[in-house]
Structures are given as structure tokens and as C-alpha cells.
């Protein structure tokens, strides 16, 4: 074929030709051994997929790989979206033995060995409705009370064990709250010198555009006060003052 | 305030700590260890004299000596009693097990017996890439799709690689050179233990392109050795190495090969057999061997690795006892004469890696050989300068 090159699996035909037209003076040492453990079939089309596929009726989607699917996505869907915030915890999904679920007695939602999270809870559920046949709605409300218990039961852990530590010296940075007002002061004084410069330029547009004199704006309080009680000033000779 | 509510729970280390902390601060100077070491001790008598009075039960005393014990004792004094500790102590605490240790992949790997399908599964080898960016010649060791990325199936990679460890155990058994191949980041501590338990080499840099098309010009300076069966070096060859071609692998393990394509591709042209990590977005045929597995997995390539390198370490195993049997299982190198160029020296107890019969000196091959390496010589000297 054009675009490929099987020169890499041919290898021991090569040799074979190479040695059988004297251009090697000796097979290689190797060739017994290739020939005992042949390499694989490759480019072999895999089996029949799909024998009725839903969409495409076309041959070639009916030798593509299939989804991977299992009962619990259909519960994993439903509780990650009652509880989004859950896919926000961090997970670690390293395993040991590559055996470890098989240890897992899911009639208790906690487990040694595993966070409790979203997937204990669709474990759980699962086992209550094959084991005490719940229905689905039954069994998650069973194990997501479990849950809540245990998520509660964590809260306060960490609340009490932030106020141990508070009191033999540990100190904290600072929480998000802080550090929001931070930035909101930080940005308030921004925008307080921006406005105040806005002000300092429109007020010399201003004095561009008229040429007479320029009242000031600000005048001492004493001032104020004395403009104010000003009453003897007549406007006219001989008017009343006002 | 906080001294006498942290008496009071008995914590008399801690609180000792605390005020030696507090002490420290105001020392201006640079002090030797043992002016530290003195002054910390009257503080802390100073200390027990405060809590004495203060307090209802009497503190034990620390005698200086206790206190200036561990700063004046000698390594080896140190090295015992850490050892008196760990045995008494180390085994307190809770037991995680089985639990993924790390180092245990390089150091002790599992040999192709070992390799089950739960193993593969916690080394991440299923783990394929996107599916737009699949290459369908892998179609048949893929299992299906999850979470928009492609699955391989685990029994494929299994039977692949035990597959491969044989070849591998095989080659070495017939004293093959064998190369492991693996250029990316992490990849280089796994490689080097593999080669190191199959004898072989290894390349964890980029791999030089021409060093088998080449090879004479890149590697034509790398010093080459004549062994005999139980692989000790036999001297005396210096001038028949001289001038022989340079030596390439009879296998080449390769843990990367996308990154790789000059290297498979030379090999290819050199009719060299060769053993990849095909992962889904790689082509299966640039390698003789393929490993349907996840090439970005540094767990996975430590496995896979480990597994080669014991089958060929089984395999070394099987030769040197197979020689010191007296059994040779592979050929011997063509036109090596002995040093000592007399024939009636070769006894049967000499077996040294050469052929039985001599060269022929009967069409002067033997006068154009000497002036082959007069010319060669007088290019040595020349060589040897620069």
C-alpha cells in the first residue's frame, strides 16, 4: 500500500532475502526468534461493533469503538446535579493495588480507604436498591442523608480543630473575606482618583470655553458665613435690603 | 496566661519549647553550638524554678548533661541509637497496605509473570487519547470510549507485552544487544534500570539522528570490547577492533515512539527489530512489536520497562549459566583472529568468541590487510589530536 510502510514488520522476510541473495554473508541472529513469536496482526479491522447501529447505517461506523456505559452514570448525573459544588472537591484518583474496590462493603456509606464523595453516594444507593430493594428515588434519599450526616460531622471537625489550633499560638493568613474588602478598597481608591481627576479636567474644559473671570469653587467656612449673613448690602440706593 | 493553662495539661515540653523560642529572639549574636548550648540549659533551669513554684507537682530536672548529649555525640553514637528507635518505634502508627509506593517500580519491578490486569489498570495503561485524535490502525486494541477519550482494552496490552518480554528474554538469552529507548521527561531512571538488569544500553537523551545509517562517522569513536562467554573481556584485539564496523543493536525497545520516528525508521532501514508503546494516537506500524498502552503515563512506561528488563535479565541468567555449562547459545563474531596468531594454541578449554577456522593467506590478503592498517595508522595519530 502507499501510505504505509511495513518495512519495520517485514523484517524477517528482509533478512530472509538479504541472506538468500548473499548480500548479508549470515542470517541474523534473531531471525529463529522472530520467527518462534511472531508479532501480532496489525491494521486488522476489529470485530463486528454495532450489528444495527442507531444513527449511521454507513459500514464504517459499525467498526468504531463503542461508548462505555454503566448503570451508575445515570445516578452520578442526577447527584452531581443536585450538588455541583461536589465536583469542586478535590479527588485523587491514584490507585494502590488496582484492586481497591473490591474491598468496598457499600451497607456502610463510609469506606476505609476511600474520601467519602459523590461516588459513595451512587454506590451506596445502588446497593440499597439491589440489596433492600428501594426504589431509586428511596435509596437516594437514604444515602444522601448519610452523606449530609457525615459532611456535617467534617464541618465541625475542622471548625473545632481551627479554634485548637487557635489557641496554643497557630496563626492564619487571611480569609477570603479580607482579602475581598482588600481588593474592593483598593479598587474604591482607583476609581477615587480617577474620578477626582475626571473632575480637574472637565473643570479646565470649562474654564477654556469662558474667558471671564473664574469664581473659585471652594471658599473658606468664615467666608461662607459672612456671605451668607451679609444682610446689610442693599442690591439698589434707596432699596430695602432683602 | 498561656504557661499556666499548657502546665496544667501536662505539656511540659511544649511549653519549654515555646519560652526557648521566646529567649532566642533576643540573642543579637552569633553564638557558638555550645554557648547555645549552655545558655538554653540555664534558661531551663531558670524555667523549672518558676513552675516549681508555680505549680502543685515538681517538674523533673534535665541535667546539662542530658541536654549536650545528642549535640556531642559521634556519628556513629547517632547512627546506633536511630536504629535503637526505629526498631522500637517504627513499627507504631497505622499500617496503609496494599498501598502504591513509587520507588518500588524502579527498584524492584515486576517480572512478565507478575503482570495481571489489575496491575496495568493502577499504572493508568488504559488511559488512550481524544478520540478525534485516534489513528484507526489502532482500532482493534481499543475497547470503547469514556469520558471522550479512548479506552484501550487491557487484555490486548497484557498479551502485547508479555508477548515482547519474550522477545526480549529471548535475544538476551542469545547475547543480542539490546537498546532501550525512552527520550521524554521521567522516562530516564526506568529505562537505565531496565537496561541495567538486561545488560543492554540505554538512551534517555535525544536520540542522534545517523547513528546507524551513519554510525561510522557518530559512533566510529566509542570503544568496543571482545568478550568471552562468561563476559569477561578478553585483551589482546585492540588492532583487529580497529578496524571493524561499528556495532548496531540487535533490538531496540523504544518507550516513546512518537517522539522517535528517526530512530524506528533507521532501524527499519537496517532491518533491526524493534518494540514500542503504541499509544492510540500512534502508528502501529513503525514498530516490529507493538504495546497497545499510555505512552504519557510515567507509572505505566516504569511497568512496562520493568517487565522488559527482567525478561532480560531471566535471559542473561539463562546464558551465563548456559556457558558456564559450557554451552554457548549464540554465533561467534566473523574474521576475529586470536592475538597470538598461532594455531596450534587453540584448545579446545580456549573458548574465546571467535571462528575455528583462520583467515587464508594465500592471495596476499594478508600484505594488503598490513598496508590497510599502516594507512589507518598514520590516520590514527592524526585522529588522536584533535
Known sequence: MGRYDFRPMRVRQTAKA??????????????????????????????????????????????????????????????????????????????????????YDWSKIVQPGKQLDGESVVQRQLWLMNNRSLSQAAAYDVARREFYKHRHLEDIRRRVAKEEALHVGAYFGKGPLE???????????????????????????????????????????????????????????????L | MIIRHVAARGSYRALVQNRL??????????????????????????????????????????SPDTQAAPLSGSVAEQYHKFKHLEKHFGHLGSDISPHYQPHALLNNP????????????AAEAHQGHLTSLWNPANARYIQGIRQGVHIISLEVTAAHLRRA?????????????????????????AVVKASQMAKGYHLFERWIPGSIT??????????????????????????????????????????????NYVLLHECALNNIPTIGVIDTNAD?????????????????????????????????????????????????????????????AISPEVMNKLEEGMLDDGNGLDEKLDQVRNRERSGRTLKQMD
Request: negative net charge.
Open chain 1, 179 to 241: 482579602v475581598g474588602m482588600e481588593l474592593e478598597d483598593r479598587t474604591w481608591e482607583n476609581w477615587k482618583s480617577w474620578a477626582s481627576k475626571q473632575i480637574e479636567d472637565e473643570e479646565a474644559q470649562r474654564a477654556q470655553m469662558f474667558s471671564g473671570p473664574q469664581t473659585e469653587t471652594e471658599i473658606s467656612e468664615t467666608d461662607f458665613d459672612a456671605a451668607i449673613e451679609e444682610e446689610s448690602v442693599p442690591l439698589a440706593k434707596g432699596a430695602p435690603p
Open chain 2, 214 to 259: 551513519n554510525g561510522q562517522q557518530i559512533l566510529g569513536k566509542c570503544r568496543t570490547k571482545v568478550v568471552n562467554e562468561k563476559d569477561e573481556e578478553v585483551p589482546g584485539f585492540e588492532e583487529q577492533l580497529y578496524d571493524r564496523p561499528v556495532l548496531r543493536p540487535d533490538l531496540v525497545v523504544c518507550l516513546n515512539p512518537l517522539e
Open chain 2, 21 to 62: 523560642k521566646q529567649f532566642r529572639r533576643f540573642f543579637s549574636e552569633v553564638t557558638s553550638i555550645e554557648a547555645t548550648a549552655d545558655s538554653s540549659v540555664n534558661q531551663l533551669q531558670a524555667l523549672e524554678g518558676q513552675l516549681n513554684s508555680q505549680t502543685a507537682f515538681s517538674v523533673p530536672t534535665a
Open chain 2, 110 to 121: 515486576p517480572s512478565p509473570a507478575d503482570v495481571t490486569l489489575e496491575l496495568l489498570l
Open chain 1, 18 to 103: 538479504l541472506f538468500d541473495s548473499k548480500r548479508i554473508p549470515g542470517l541474523p541472529q534473531w531471525y529463529d526468534i522472530v520467527g518462534d513469536i511472531p508479532p501480532g496482526e496489525t491494521l486488522a479491522r476489529p470485530v463486528l461493533r454495532a450489528p444495527t447501529p442507531k444513527r449511521a447505517k454507513k459500514p464504517s461506523r459499525m467498526f468504531q469503538p463503542l461508548p462505555i456505559r454503566y448503570p451508575e452514570d445515570k445516578l452520578r448525573s442526577e447527584f452531581f446535579g443536585d450538588h455541583p459544588w461536589e465536583l469542586a472537591k478535590p479527588r485523587l484518583i491514584v490507585e494502590d493495588s488496582g484492586n481497591d474496590a473490591k474491598g
Open chain 2, 165 to 189: 518480554a519474550k522477545v526480549v528474554q529471548e535475544v538476551s538469552r542469545r547475547g543480542g544487544l539490546v537498546l532501550f529507548v525512552g527520550t521524554r521527561d521521567g522516562q530516564d531512571r
Open chain 2, 284 to 344: 502501529p506500524t513503525w514498530v516490529t512489536y507493538p504495546i497497545p498502552a499510555n505512552d504519557d503515563s510515567i507509572r505505566c512506561i516504569q511497568v512496562i520497562a520493568g517487565v522488559l528488563g527482567r525478561a532480560g535479565q531471566a535471559g542473561q541468567k539463562q546464558r551465563l549459566a548456559a556457558a558456564q555449562q559450557g554451552h554457548i547459545t549464540y554465533r561467534a563474531a566473523r574474521d576475529l583472529r586470536l592475538p597470538e596468531e598461532v594455531e596450534e
